[in-house]
């Protein structure tokens, strides 16, 4: 295909046929899926199913995060026409990738919430393809993280965030963005010893054993140290990456539930990205984006890019090496 395609094609998320390649439409029409992938609920053949998870009730100030998943979408509109910039292939072009939509519960019964989320992701995992779930507030990693923890044993984490959100709370029954990876530690999800948070910068006394890297160092060290840090630290475990999208700098993401000065730029946050590939990524999720606390839609093409970096980091390790490969990557 190409752009003059545009003149004659439309709606792809519901008229392409097949689930690989590119999707030439005009950027401001269309129907809207993440990367104009097909929308299906039919997993047969589907690497990576793209799922949206529009949930808020666990935010301590900002509300909004619920039209995470919509803005998201809309603002990675502006990407697909062609491979991911520097990556050196095409994964869209080599690995079916689908959008599965929303998950659906009732909002009027909270408490029923994790369960729901949970035997959704577990649904994907089971029928063979990978998930990338797009948020939604940071609770939601708790039950995503206990299906991934089912299938692969206790994982690695990959945290970027402002917040470790590690804080106490033995009452397993609450859902909060600020204790969830608290209680992924306790219930054996995560063994924080294999596992790094990048990018905090608000204070915890307890972060149960993580490598905390915080964003004064990331911005002492350079983004480049930092991955190689991290690479160190998870080694070949399973790894699932939780990308809060308030680890970025104000000024790179104001619309966000909790956002904090000093933090990362984005390009920081994508040469580090980029220089985790080859790390064993299970699965991985971008949150916390809140559209109504930015108009400019900057927050959402953010959130748009590190959900694509997290699909090509995962395309990475599981297409067959091609000559200057290494090259290109150290050049990224």
């Not at 507030?137 to 995503?144: A, E, K």
């Amino acid at each position: 295909m190409a752009l003059e395609d545009a003149k004659t094609q439309i709606d792809h998320a519901f008229t392409r046929e097949d689930l690989k390649g590119s999707s030439f439409e005009n950027v401001f029409g269309g129907a809207v899926s993440f990367l104009r992938r097909k929308y299906t609920k039919n997993l047969h053949g589907v690497d990576v199913a793209v799922t949206g998870v529009p949930f808020d009730q666990a935010v301590t100030n900002r509300t909004g995060t619920r039209l995470g998943p919509r803005a998201i979408r809309e603002a990675s509109l502006l990407q697909p026409c062609d491979a991911p910039y520097g990556w050196g292939y095409d994964v869209l072009g080599e690995f079916a990738i689908a959008d599965y939509g929303d998950l659906a519960f009732d909002y009027a019964n909270v408490p029923a919430f994790p369960d729901t989320l949970e035997a959704h992701i577990s649904g994907i995992l089971n029928a063979g393809a990978a998930v990338l779930t797009l948020g939604g507030d940071h609770s939601i990693t708790l039950p995503i993280l206990k299906a991934h923890a089912e299938k692969y044993g206790p994982l690695s984490v990959v945290q970027f965030d402002a917040h470790t959100d590690t804080w106490a709370d033995d009452d397993f029954s609450r859902i909060d963005h600020g204790t969830f990876m608290y209680k992924a530690v306790k219930l054996g999800y995560v063994d924080p010893s294999r596992s790094v948070q990048v990018g905090i910068r608000t204070d915890n006394p307890d972060t149960l054993g993580f490598h905390i890297l915080d964003a004064r160092e990331v911005h002492r060290e350079g983004p480049e140290t930092i991955s190689a840090r991290i690479r160190d630290i998870v080694e070949r475990h399973p790894v699932y990456l939780t990308f809060d999208i308030d680890a970025l700098d104000p000024a790179f993401a104001p619309g966000t539930g909790t956002p904090v000065w000093g933090g990362l730029t984005s390009h920081q946050a994508a040469v580090m990205l980029r220089g985790l590939a080859g790390i064993n990524l299970k699965g991985g999720d971008v949150v916390e984006v809140s559209p109504p606390f930015d108009t400019t839609g900057a927050t959402a093409i953010a959130a748009a890019h590190v959900a694509t970096e997290l699909l090509c980091l995962w395309g990475w390790t599981r297409r067959a090496p091609r000559q200057g490969d290494v090259g290109n990557m150290s050049r990224m």
